[in-house]
């Protein structure tokens, strides 16, 4: 079964070079149902490697470009007029598929968001008077660019800690850079063969529940969600004025199902707590609001989730 993740990889990197972070972190929603938003700077393949991840996982696949212009049924679908049947059907929109990519995310406006956000939390779409559920797996990548800051829409704190994780992306290497060149430059490219079946994707998913995780370190993660609501505990009174309001209960579900998928891609059967370290800013950086003071003073989430880390004490 772990060769499967291999299989994945291989297929993958037939057109991403490294990135290995961001197709781990795809990999843990993938497996824990949860859904991921990827923050970089244009260029750096996000689309692709969604869209390269379907394809491997032979899962439907769609793709909705964010735009402030966007409508709600422009995503969920919308009843229509039938002339020829003098009655009105319901259209289907985008969100009705495996793996739905929601592109620039921070681009569309409250309304689209909120139809999102029941889509994410309900898995279920109400058009007219029907409600439609969404068949398994469903997931939601969506892409923000940091960059831009005209014409887009902050995301509010309860969508995103609908979101599983957060992933920020990074440049390449000079060396994956040059070899991204080259690629492109000579024509490179390779068809993506689909490497696991729907019931194998569901098998993992099982497989990813049933992994042990010991008391310790069960004890070890809710400590590090505490310490973001509580840092006096843990000595860390100087930062305390940098947290408006710490993560939420649900970080602590959440990363108590990617501990185990981040067990899994490492082809273990138990959770440790470098599982724990590998994957804690994705899970918190999204969700922990700074204040005033750490924004004037230039400080940023994933430095206070540092300090944190090795301020708990390891098991």
Do not use: W
Not at 4 to 17: F, G, H, L, R
Not at 260 to 285: C, I, N, Q, S
């Amino acid at each position: 079964m772990f060769t499967k993740i291999d299989a994945i990889k291989n297929e993958v990197s037939k057109v991403i070079v490294g990135q290995e972070k961001m197709i781990d972190g795809l990999l843990i929603g993938l497996l824990c149902e949860g859904h991921i938003l990827i923050e970089g700077i244009p260029g750096l393949a996000k689309t692709t490697t969604v869209n390269a991840l379907a394809k491997s996982l032979g899962l439907g696949f769609k793709r909705v470009q964010f735009t402030p212009d966007l409508l709600p049924s422009d995503i969920l679908g919308a009843e229509i007029y039938d002339p020829q049947h003098n009655a009105f059907k319901i259209k289907k929109g985008p969100v009705f598929t495996n793996l739905l990519l929601a592109d620039e995310i921070n681009r569309a406006p409250a309304k689209v968001q909120s139809a999102l956000l029941e889509v994410m939390q309900e898995r279920q779409v109400t058009i007219g008077d029907e409600s439609f559920h969404l068949e398994a797996p469903f997931f939601v990548m969506a892409t923000q660019n940091p960059v831009e800051q005209e014409g887009v829409y902050q995301l509010p704190e309860a969508q995103l800690d609908r979101f599983m994780m957060k992933l920020v992306v990074g440049y390449n290497t000079k060396e994956e850079e040059l070899e991204i060149a080259r690629r492109v430059a000579n024509g490179v490219s390779q068809e993506i063969e689909a490497v696991v079946t729907h019931e194998e994707l569901l098998a993992m998913t099982a497989h990813v529940k049933a992994i042990h995780i010991d008391e310790e370190v069960e004890r070890y993660m809710i400590e590090l969600v505490s310490a973001t609501r509580d840092l006096a505990a843990y000595g860390l009174e100087e930062m305390d004025e940098y947290i408006q309001f710490g993560a939420s209960p649900r970080v602590s579900i959440d990363m108590f199902k990617a501990v185990k998928a981040m067990a899994f891609l490492r082809g273990k059967d138990f959770v440790t707590p470098v599982d724990v370290a590998y994957v804690a800013k994705e899970l918190m950086r999204h969700r922990i609001v700074l204040s005033y003071e750490a924004e004037a003073e230039g400080i940023e989430t994933d430095e206070l989730i540092a300090k944190i880390l090795e301020a708990v004490p390891i098991p």
